[in-house]
């Protein structure tokens, strides 16, 4: 089993492919968002617009600083709980068109797959 170290590596490996493609969400000047993992065992998020350190165990709707939409939210969530207990996201999270006949819900044209691929690659999705 994986450390939350390991999780936390492959997070943010995965954060930068997402920055990388697409429509680049989580880099805005060249300054890419990561996460981080406190000494308390808690994750924070740097967002790549505000530089902003944000707590990301708050269950709200928005948080201060965050500068993604609820989507990106969700996914940050989502990899916050990966880290902290290996909970791994659902693949088809990474679709062209989600089961609902919802097309394209990111936006993110055929790199949507890039993501899909990795997701699964590193273990952050099955």
């Known amino acids: 089993m994986m ?3 390991e999780r936390l590596k492959l997070a943010n490996e995965f954060i930068l492919v997402i ?3 697409g429509r680049n969400f989580f880099e805005h000047n060249g300054f890419i968002s990561t996460l981080e993992l406190s000494k308390g065992g808690r ?3 740097t967002d790549c617009h505000t530089h902003k350190r944000i707590y990301t165990h708050h269950r709200t ?3 201060d600083g965050f500068s993604g939409n ?3 939210k969700h996914l940050v969530d989502s990899l916050r709980d990966f880290i902290i207990s290996g909970v ?3 693949a088809e999270y990474f679709q062209l068109e989600m089961d ?3 097309k394209k819900p990111w936006r993110y044209g055929e790199d949507l797959l890039i993501l899909h691929d990795t997701a699964i690659k590193l273990g952050i999705a099955r």
Request: charged share 15%.
């Open 3 to 5: 450390t939350k170290e």
């Open 19 to 21: 920055a990388n493609c």
């Open 43 to 45: 994750i924070y998020f």
């Open 61 to 63: 709707m928005t948080w």
């Open 70 to 72: 609820h989507t990106m």
């Open 88 to 90: 791994t996201m659902k």
């Open 100 to 102: 609902s006949q919802f």
